[in-house]
């Protein structure tokens, strides 16, 4: 199997920032992650995409992030990060870390989620 662990969430003031990383373990955890990134659930709504990001570098992000959350990666580390900066308090969500091993999409995991919350 594969886990992974989120850290960096949390707190903060509408214009602040925070980085989440995500990073992947476990017996099943190919060399390199072929898609790792980032999907967040705000209370009351469904899970939403937040950012992708292949292992060749491809990003994918969602039309509310763009200019203010970056994806990135260490694929030696097999770890994603998330910096988040300008946040508002719509960006109030558990965020969860994804990975698609082989690119499959359907063969996908999931990090345990992490609360971020963001006052006004």
């Known amino acids: 199997q594969m886990q992974l662990v989120e850290s960096g969430g949390g707190l903060v003031q509408a214009g602040g920032s925070l980085r989440l990383s995500c990073a992947a373990s476990?017996?099943?955890?190919?060399?390199?992650?072929?898609?790792m990134g980032w999907y967040r659930q705000p209370p009351g709504k469904q899970r939403e995409l937040v950012a992708t990001?292949?292992?060749?570098?491809?990003?994918k992000y969602a039309d509310s992030v763009k200019g203010r959350f970056t994806i990135s990666r260490d694929n030696a580390k097999n770890t994603v990060y998330l910096q988040m900066n300008s946040l508002k308090p719509e960006d109030t969500a558990v965020y969860y870390c994804?990975?698609?091993?082989?690119?499959?999409?359907?063969?996908?995991?999931w990090g345990q989620g992490t609360q971020v919350t963001v006052s006004s």
């Open positions: 994804n990975a698609d091993p082989y690119g499959s999409g359907w063969n996908i995991y």
């Open positions: 476990g017996s099943r955890t190919p060399f390199s992650i072929n898609i």
């Open positions: 990001m292949t292992n060749g570098g491809r990003t």
